[in-house]
């Protein structure tokens, strides 16, 4: 029963950082458990990004009382600028084969 639980807190922890919007009610249908225990795994996943601070990019898993779900924020590890100047740079070194540079954008 734990390693259920253990597996439900990982896969809605993936979905945030796949960047799914995490709803309480769809997941409790989902996995067939009460909205609580959802909400606790929420929190789980809340405390682990509050301990973890640097190691996660300030991440944090918000809530949108518009929207009613959650969503993962974190500080970008590139601004657009950023990573567009990155691309730029290998296209132009041509050291990458073209389905390198598709797989890398």
């Known amino acids: 029963m734990e390693n ?3 597996d439900r807190v990982l896969e809605i922890f993936m979905r945030s950082l796949r960047g ?5 009610k769809s997941l ?4 067939e ?3 609580k225990s959802i909400s606790r795994d929420i929190s789980k996943i809340q405390n682990f990004l509050a301990e973890h601070r640097e ?3 300030n991440a944090e898993l918000t809530y949108s009382y518009k929207d009613k779900f ?3 924020s974190n500080d970008e590890f590139l601004k657009n600028k950023e990573l567009f100047a990155l691309v730029k ?5 041509r050291a990458l084969s073209k389905d390198e540079i598709l797989t890398v954008i």
């Open 4 to 6: 259920n639980k253990n």
């Open 55 to 57: 190691l996660m990019q």
């Open 33 to 35: 458990v009460s909205t």
């Open 70 to 72: 959650y969503r993962l």
């Open 28 to 31: 409790a249908k989902e996995y």
């Open 89 to 93: 740079i290998l296209l132009g070194s």
């Open 20 to 24: 799914e919007f995490i709803s309480i």
